[in-house]
């Protein structure tokens, strides 16, 4: 999709415009060893227009959130033993879930058994748009049935890797038929796929798709799903569609992705290199 056209995507800022006119995100994220997903993911949302962003963290870590984000609220939650999410958080998690107008669930989550429960029982409650990356995906595995039972409007952003889990084919069997594959996924479980890799594909429920053209092979490293997964739910506070959320948050994060790479090179591009750049890539477009 041209640039010209992505430019009619975001909605324009007023100038009488207050923070909760932008999206109130929340984000459930990060467990031992994993806090840089929650802060990579919290930041990307901030940075692509949201006016709030509450991070729902295990309790034991919260105290390093508060260091490492200065702008995202935080919400320390009940943990497990090995300091992830537990199944225990899930009341205090429906208190006031429906005020929020973006969810995003996965990053760095862990596949710990109470934690993958804990995102199986709040798919169902979940009104609002919500992103599935990482981990939230992970708690999908054999249970697919918990998608045709949604009150949300949902993105999942699967890897190769993670679509191969979900579909339990072999991941050469994804990387063959991207396309068809995004779609009849798409299709079939009524949900917005979008399947990363080179030339990602986001795929809506009723067929279209879309090809990406923006990204590099530098951005093969840690942390860049997480990047992608804030900024398609930040777009989704601002009342952007889900397809169109998808669409303009893989091009973006690509463009962003381009533009490091110019700068720093291929092989030393991270993670952080993408959020420097995003509000560059932004520009383009607003």
Request: glycine content about 10%; aromatic content about 4%.
């Amino acid at each position: 999709m041209p640039t010209k056209k992505f430019k009619e995507i975001i909605p324009p800022r007023k100038a009488h415009s207050h923070k909760g006119d932008f999206g109130h995100v929340f984000i459930l994220a990060g467990s031992r060893g994993l806090t840089g997903a929650a802060y990579l993911v919290s930041q990307a949302c901030l940075l692509s227009g949201s006016g709030l962003v509450t991070l729902g963290i295990p309790e034991s870590l919260n105290p390093i959130m508060e260091v490492k984000l200065t702008e995202v609220m935080t919400r320390p939650l009940p943990e497990t033993k090995s300091l992830s999410l537990s199944l225990r958080a899930l009341k205090e998690i429906k208190k006031g879930i429906s005020n929020f107008d973006a969810l995003a669930i996965g990053p760095g989550l862990s596949q710990d058994t109470q934690t993958q429960k804990l995102v199986q029982s709040l798919l169902p409650l979940i009104i609002r748009p919500l992103v599935l990356d990482a981990d939230g995906i992970n708690a999908l595995v054999g249970k697919l049935k918990l998608l045709h039972n949604l009150k949300s409007q949902l993105i999942i952003t699967p890897h190769p890797g993670e679509m191969a889990r979900l579909l339990n084919v072999k991941v050469e069997a994804v990387q063959k038929n991207r396309i068809t594959i995004a779609r009849d996924f798409a299709k079939k479980h009524n949900v917005i796929v979008v399947l990363k890799g080179h030339r990602t594909v986001v795929a809506d429920t009723n067929g279209k798709t879309f090809v990406n053209e923006t990204g590099n092979p530098g951005m093969a490293s840690a942390g860049c799903g997480d990047i992608l997964t804030g900024m398609i739910a930040a777009f989704l506070g601002q009342g952007v569609s889900p397809y169109f959320s998808a669409k303009l948050a893989v091009y973006l994060h690509g463009l962003a992705g381009d533009y490091a790479a110019k700068e720093k090179g291929q092989l030393s591009l991270i993670a952080t290199d993408i959020l420097e750049k995003l509000p560059q890539a932004i520009k383009t477009v607003v």
